[in-house]
DNA sequence: GCAGATTCGTTGCTTGTGTAATAGTTGGTT
DNA sequence: AACCAACTATTACACAAGCAACGAATCTGC
């Protein structure tokens, strides 16, 4: 009987993650990219920086589980526009140590004071739910799963 | 007194939605991936199909919020694999019947199967926490955001 | 102090995605 | 009937992502 055996892809959690992670990151993104031509990972990388402040690329990583090719490629882009200045390490000239520039920091302080407000907005938004129990949840289901 | 103004990057909704989604999604591909070789919208396109039965691209389009070229992709690939055949509508011939194969079936129906398995341990491994409310929570955040 | 393994970061190549342009079809208006 | 707007689906192009290979620097064990 599987023909008539009910599956409701609305309720299943890798799909409606995705969905809800889809919505809330395009909204986001409008933000980053016509303020200041960014992609997601370069945010990514600014905050990690504004943050944590001088970092090197695989510090980055390992905060953030980002690869190391999309750090590589947002990196140079985030040079490039003087987000931050790149200084290499004198004892281990494998590593580069990252900072964010005055202009890397005002952006950063900027697109935080948004995505605070964004985040609150979207709090609201699930009025008297738990949302505190969602983050929880959330981070569970980010730290690695199977 | 910026700098010593934290944000929590790992508690921002848009983030963690992504981390979530990310990880659970490439666990899952990897079902998909390795048995029928399918992509991430192939699978979509097949559940929808094996949900609903036969459909156009464009109410799919309409169930699911997939792009269009997303879909046009995914079919391609379906039919080519002989997973779906398509049938063209005599009245409106711009419009394409879409119904899965006896083939397509057997793997909708298994994916479906490992589907809620996995959606179960992801359920078992939030323990005591109210993963109807998370569902709830990310029901709404799905339907746009802004 | 040398060989091999490891680590840092970058690059090439292939694949996937989004936007916009397109071909083809239909329906409505005059 | 001719025209035009709307719609279905595909394709072209440019850009982003992921994987694997790579060069350079460092570390480890002998």
Redesign the pocket.
């Known amino acids: 009987m599987a023909d008539t055996d009910i599956f409701d892809l609305q309720a299943f959690l890798p799909y409606l993650l995705n969905q809800a992670a889809e919505a809330s990151s395009l909204d986001f993104q409008s933000v980053y990219k016509s303020r200041y031509g960014m992609?997601?990972?370069e945010w990514r990388v600014l905050f990690h920086l504004g943050m944590y402040g001088r970092l090197?690329?695989?510090?980055i990583?390992d905060r953030s589980g980002l690869?190391?090719?999309?750090?590589?490629?947002a990196?140079?882009r985030l040079a490039e526009r003087r987000f931050l200045t790149?200084d290499r390490d004198i004892?281990?000239?494998?590593?580069?140590h990252l900072e964010l520039t005055a202009q890397g920091q005002a952006a950063y302080r900027d697109l935080r004071k948004i995505a605070r407000e964004y985040d609150a907005a979207l709090a609201e938004m699930l009025g008297d739910e738990d949302v505190a129990a969602l983050r929880r949840m959330l981070q569970r289901l980010a730290q690695r799963v199977s």
Chains 1, 2 share one sequence.
């Open positions: 992609l997601r990972n090197s690329a695989s510090e990583r690869h190391k090719t999309k750090i590589s490629r990196v140079q790149r004892k281990d000239r494998r590593t580069e």
